[in-house]
Nanobody
Framework: QVQLVESGGGLVQAGGSLRLSCAAS????????LGWYRQAPGKQRELVAT???????NYANSVKGRFTISRDNAKNTVYLQMNSLNAEDTAVYYC????????????WGQGTQVTVSS
């Protein structure tokens, strides 16, 4: 089993920044990809960013240039630095783990709320 524990969400003003963290534990040796999805009220869950153990990254077009995903393999932790936040970024953010960057998630975190006030 794999456990993903997120932290770092909260309330921020538009234009501000937040950093999310997700610590993975358990049998993660075969899980090459870590990343983040988000789900806003009344909307489908969408992929935000993915990073592989080798450092390859992918971003949703809506966050390119504003969000940065990074990974500390020694700590089995993935981070999402979010800058220039706007109201459209308000959502519950979910960490996930998968076998590869094109694979569906195998495991999910519990989610952390990010609210951007305008």
């Amino acid at each position: 089993q794999v456990q993903l524990v997120e932290s770092g969400g909260g309330l921020v003003q538009a234009g501000g920044s937040l950093r999310l963290s997700c610590a993975a534990s358990g049998s993660i040796f075969r899980l090459n990809a870590l990343g983040w999805y988000r789900q806003a009220p009344g909307k489908q869950r969408e992929l935000v960013a993915t990073i592989t153990s080798g450092g390859s990254v992918n971003y949703a077009n809506s966050v390119k240039g504003r969000f940065t995903i990074s990974r500390d393999n020694a700590k089995n932790t993935v981070y999402l630095q979010m800058n220039s936040l706007n109201a459209e970024d308000t959502a519950v953010y979910y960490c996930y783990a998968a076998g590869g960057n094109r694979d569906p998630p195998d495991y999910w975190g519990q989610g952390t709320q990010v609210t951007v006030s305008s």
